[in-house]
């Protein structure tokens, strides 16, 4: 069993201080970003990020916390997670998860991140492209493509973007 905490940042020191919190207790963080549309949640980078962190996560100027110990999976919680994708396994994301609900074509997202998506970085290589479901949407949304994703995240609260919500066991079923 993997346990993966997830990680709402507001800034880019308020996610090296929580990485600090869990470094040397498991391998991967989990990084929740939302837009304030998908989700009516709004953080980091996508709140703001004044000082250009995120910029220099990209170009590779600045490494995730304690990269060299942990693994990084960044959750999509944004309208046109394509805009998105290849800017954060350029910054080192070990695995990336998109809403299948949030993309107008889930088989061109799938097709570019596969194309695209280089094999190796300092910080991760062949990265992982993960589905989510939120908690209402059928299953049956994903069959004709469950096999070209590396794996399924069956969202288990109903409203995403916040930490705290109540587990609904509807999910289970899934």
């Known amino acids: 069993m993997e346990i993966i905490p997830a990680i709402i940042p507001e800034n880019f020191d308020d996610l090296r201080r929580k990485v600090s919190l869990v470094r040397g207790l498991v391998d991967v963080v989990h990084i929740d970003v939302s837009d304030g549309k998908f989700s ?3 953080n980091w980078p996508l709140s703001g990020d004044k000082e250009g962190d995120f910029g220099k996560f990209v170009k590779g100027d600045v490494s995730f916390p304690f990269w060299e110990e942990l693994g990084f999976e960044v959750h999509l919680m944004l309208e046109g ?15 990336v998860i998109a809403h299948v609900e949030s993309t107008s074509n889930l088989e061109r997202l799938i097709k570019d991140f596969r194309q695209k998506s280089p094999k190796s970085s300092k910080l ?9 479901l939120l908690l209402d949407t059928p299953i049956e949304l994903i069959y004709q493509h469950v096999e070209a994703a590396d794996f399924v995240q069956l969202m288990s609260i109903a409203e995403i973007g916040y930490q705290g919500g109540e587990f609904r066991y509807e999910v289970l079923d899934k």
Not at 124 to 132: D, L, V, Y
Request: aromatic letters at 8%; charged letters at 20%; proline letters at 11%.
């Open 40 to 42: 009516p949640a709004l």
């Open 81 to 95: 997670p394509e805009e998105q994708i290849d800017s954060w396994v350029s910054a080192g994301a070990r695995r």
């Open 124 to 132: 991760s290589s062949n990265p992982e492209f993960g589905m989510a």
